[in-house]
């Protein structure tokens, strides 16, 4: 996908921003430092083993943190105003109307008891004002935005595939025209056929709606075709960061390499996978350094004990001490 | 070359469970319909040989599985393990000897572990119920063996864990190890990786092959992820509504594929810098309910290339190549 963004105000900010849940005793660092931006209409992957920290940030911006996660650090700014990420009552008005989110259980997120018509009208009496009846039209008008006959709205979540369940999810989170969708591992739960047609649903909606989509996954494959930037995480802070188009061409971090190498890919004809050695790393007793330096196949000894700054590097940005910063403008990502 | 003969055989299985009307439809007599799950299904494996069975969900994958460990019952067709028919052994003597030879990896091992039971335990489990150790000693060093054969070193480092200290990747070695412990012939893996990190998907893999490699053990791979069964499998087998509508070699299913379901499953799966197949516009709709099953080819309602003969004739597996059949009516010319 080719957009191209004018260089003003980023429609999201995202400053250093680090959270901790926490435990008895010692807090446990989720997300130590994540800055990147957002611009109107593009769509961002964030791309992470679990415990990497992608769905703390994409939480942390919507306004979802659970209560046993604090923001130690850092700021999230939308349309250049601050966002009060950490004050639940003052988020309320920004939640759904400006940022809203998919989730990855369609039918944990769904009320079973209610038609699938009236859980899409709510938020619109809720957050719109709008009378029953309103609200109604409006739900019709949603779903057959996604796709979804109007007839069917009289059902319940139980009588709809997985496929149409996600679909309903979609329409729920158009609700309130937000600016930004995020999903959370949106198809994941869903076999290849279906997986293709919400992606490409998915694209579709944005450039109808101008949307600008943070897509939360483990998937790599997944992104190359639905976003234009990649982030890629782990341990909680931000890798390497690029177009779509650089991360798969070039990719520079050691751990992104091998993340790449590790899908199987019949294009290349190679009936080889390299696995990353090691397991994910344990975020009580994060390692020295680059986080990802015990499993890395290039460490080299000032990995253990530095951590390396997220540094512009071409078009994109890489923490690594195989590529240092060209520049020094670049936040350090530091605890 | 592997040695040819099969190990499991497949003939003509079907399983299909009743729809249980309501107490007014029983008291009328009104017929009640049934899932056909699996509807006349024709299946080999050989000896070491790495079989991948492929499909959506609802295509009655996992109920393949279940039929061959014993844990469904066919209601049609046959079910032979080294030319012995299984289909309606039922006696614990005999399905001890066949659970020696035969075993199962589940998918979710957060929950095909007991929370309560050590590592050594679970591993222990099955060759203590099957009796096929004499003594402590002998005991522990089988278990030993399949933990350092599922990637777990030094395997007494795991003994006395429980389930909760180890990480996802850790678990799902022991459920492999578990299966390992009692040297099967054949495993059937049902999504084995699913439910990993990509990052630990390959390590997983790398057992699996490895127990091929060294034990000449069979596998039967299930799963939804078409380039995973390429990367393992020697053949892939195509599975739709019940019904196999391709097989062939890994590489003949990826790289020639003769069936327009196989095709648009290659194309919906997200590939890096891989361009989309021309000719073959996307499937619309979803997998249609096998209670009802479509009349003829029951992949025509979705079929971007239908034409009037698939509406009412069910295609024959149709030979298109060497050890490559295809259930479509195009495959003819």
Not at chain 1, 112 to 125: G, L, M, Y
Not at chain 2, 56 to 61: A, D, R, T
Not at chain 2, 176 to 205: F, N, T
Request: charged content about 20%.
């Amino acid at each position: 996908m080719t957009n191209s963004f004018p260089d003003k105000e980023p429609l999201l900010r995202v400053d250093g921003l680090s959270v901790d849940y926490g435990l008895k005793g010692d807090p446990l660092r989720a997300i130590d430092g994540v800055s990147f931006e957002l611009r109107t209409g593009e769509a961002v992957a964030l791309v992470g083993e679990s415990g990497s920290g992608k769905t703390t940030t994409a939480m942390a911006i919507a306004g979802l943190l659970s209560p046993n996660a604090r923001v130690s650090g850092g700021q999230v700014h939308y349309r250049g105003q601050r966002l009060p990420i950490d004050d639940d009552a003052a988020m309320r008005p920004h939640r759904w109307s400006e940022t809203s989110v998919v989730f990855q259980g369609a039918m944990n997120a769904l009320n079973p008891v209610h038609r699938i018509t009236k859980q899409i009208a709510e938020p619109c009496i809720l957050k719109l004002g709008m009378t029953r009846g309103e609200a109604t039209a409006r739900a019709i008008e949603l779903l057959e935005l996604v796709g979804i006959p109007a007839d069917r709205g009289v059902a319940y979540p139980h009588e709809l595939s997985g496929g149409m369940r996600q679909r309903v999810m979609i329409a729920m989170a158009l609700a309130c025209r937000p600016s930004i969708i995020v999903g959370d591992e949106p198809t994941t739960a869903l076999d290849v056929i279906t997986q293709a047609q919400i992606l490409k649903l998915l694209r579709d909606l944005r450039s109808q709606l101008n949307l600008a989509l943070i897509l939360i996954t483990h998937d790599l494959s997944v992104v190359a075709e639905s976003c234009d930037r990649v982030m890629i995480m782990y341990s909680g802070r931000v890798v390497e960061d690029g177009t779509v188009a650089e991360i798969f061409a070039e990719p520079k971090h050691p751990y992104t390499k091998l993340l790449i190498a590790s899908i199987p890919n019949p294009a290349n004809g190679k009936k080889m996978i390299r696995p990353i050695p090691g397991d994910p790393p344990n975020l009580v007793n994060r390692p020295s350094g680059c986080a990802f330096h015990p499993r890395c196949p290039s460490t080299m000894s000032v990995c253990t004990t530095e951590v390396p700054r997220l540094g512009r590097f071409g078009h994109g940005r890489v923490a690594c001490h195989l590529h240092p910063p060209l520049q020094e403008n670049m936040v350090t990502v530091h605890a | 070359m592997r040695d040819s003969s099969d190990i499991l055989r497949l003939e003509n299985l079907q399983v299909h469970f009743p729809i249980q009307g309501g107490l007014f439809d029983r008291m009328l007599g009104r017929p009640c319909g049934a899932v056909r799950a699996v509807d006349g299904l024709d299946l080999n494996v050989g000896r070491g040989e790495i079989v991948a069975l492929v499909g959506e969900s609802g295509s009655g994958k996992s109920t393949v599985g279940r039929v061959i460990t014993k844990l469904s019952q066919p209601t049609g067709g046959r079910l032979l393990f080294e030319g012995r028919d299984m289909t309606s052994q039922r006696s614990s003597s005999a399905l001890r000897s066949y659970r020696h030879h035969v075993q199962m990896i589940f998918q979710d091992a957060y929950q095909a572990l007991n929370p309560r039971h050590t590592t050594f335990d679970i591993v222990a489990e099955p060759l203590r119920s099957l009796r096929l150790v004499d003594n402590d000693a002998q005991l522990s060093e089988r278990v030993s063996e399949a933990l350092a054969a599922a990637g777990l070193n030094p395997p007494g480092d795991f003994f006395a864990r429980f389930p909760h200290e180890l990480s996802g990747g850790q678990r799902q070695r022991v459920v492999i190890a578990g299966a390992l412990a009692v040297k099967p012939e054949l495993i059937v893996a049902d999504e084995p990786v699913s439910m990993l990190d990509v990052s630990i998907r390959a390590q997983i893999l790398q057992v699996l092959v490895d127990l091929r490699d060294r034990h000449n053990m069979a596998l039967l791979f299930i799963t939804h992820d078409l380039p995973l069964a390429w990367l393992i499998a020697d053949r892939i087998a195509v599975l739709y509504l019940g019904k196999l509508v391709e097989i062939g070699s890994a590489d003949d299913i990826t790289f020639k594929p003769r069936h327009p379901y196989t095709v648009a499953l290659l194309n919906a799966t997200p590939q890096i810098g891989g361009a989309a197949r021309p000719g073959v516009p996307a499937l619309q709709g979803e997998v249609p309910s096998a209670a009802r099953l479509p009349n003829g080819c029951r992949f025509h309602p979705r079929c971007p290339l239908a034409f009037d003969r698939c509406k009412v004739e069910e295609p024959p597996a149709i030979e298109v190549g060497p050890h490559h059949m295809s259930a479509c009516w195009l495959a003819e010319r």
